[in-house]
């Protein structure tokens, strides 16, 4: 994570723009091409079948440091055209996906399970859109994980999701019992208790900034500077909840979650900006049955920006 002053400059010109809609939105999915007619040849016309994903893009996803793994190929069966999900490594294995990215089916050890879609926060299904990144923001991110979180040595599939929009960014991560019968197991999120574990309380205003005074869980103390005018600035609060940069990483060599997430000030008269972040850990808990957060909350602060 960048400090110091390019994340400043980045925290304000992002928040300037911050964009509505419960701060949720699904990244842009790139509509099938239509199936195109070849120039005639011969006298006869060929047709080019059509496409659900670019040739750029399906080499983008499968490049090593962005398949997870995974081998990704447009395939067709009775000319329908389906994504498909291997591992050179599991030879069992697949995940198929339709081409309107509306269902997956793995097939594992001889089972076959459709995979259960979840709901975005507004009660939408979010869809089987794949992309490792490629088309920068536009694209977002969504990929699966071969993981083993409840360290039996069984893997679990994890589909791993960025929503990106202008000064917000939110991950979803739904993780599924590929060895049993594709089963959600559930993932509690952190990000209320993550706020909850620190106080912030503003003790004054220097040269257009905010000093404030963040203290966590074990009462250590840190100090934090907001960007604020002066006018007003005695009006601006700490309010305990999920902020709009929240995100989760995949440990899968740990079998772990990592989260991440800014924190900063409510500010009545402008769009509030971060001066810190949070970070935790998430683990399987065998009793819960489900990931959960399992280490301590970190904070850290943002450097003021010289002047």
Known sequence: MKKGIVLWILTLALGLTACGQSGETQPEEVAPTPEIQAPEQS????SLPRRIMSEEALEYTNREDCSNGFVLAEREEDGVPFLEFTRPETPDFSLQINQDLTEAVA????RSMTLERVETPNGALYDWYVSAGYGGLVSGYSMPFWVDFTGDG???LAWLRHGYGTGFHESVCTVYNISGRGEIISLVEPWEEMAASITVEPQGWEDG???????DSEGQTHTAWLMAQEKGWREC?????KSGWASLEIDQERG??????MFG???????GMYMG???TELGYDAERGAIVRSGPVFVSVFEKPEA
């Open 277 to 279: 972040e949070l970070q």
């Open 209 to 215: 900034y905010i000093r404030a005074l963040v203290t």
């Open 107 to 110: 097939k594992y050890q001889g």
């Open 154 to 156: 069984q893997p679990e």
């Open 265 to 271: 000030m409510e500010q009545p008269h402008s769009f």
């Open 256 to 261: 772990t979650l990592e989260a991440v997430m």
């Open 43 to 46: 006298g006869e016309t060929l």
């Open 237 to 241: 609060y700490y309010w305990p909840g």
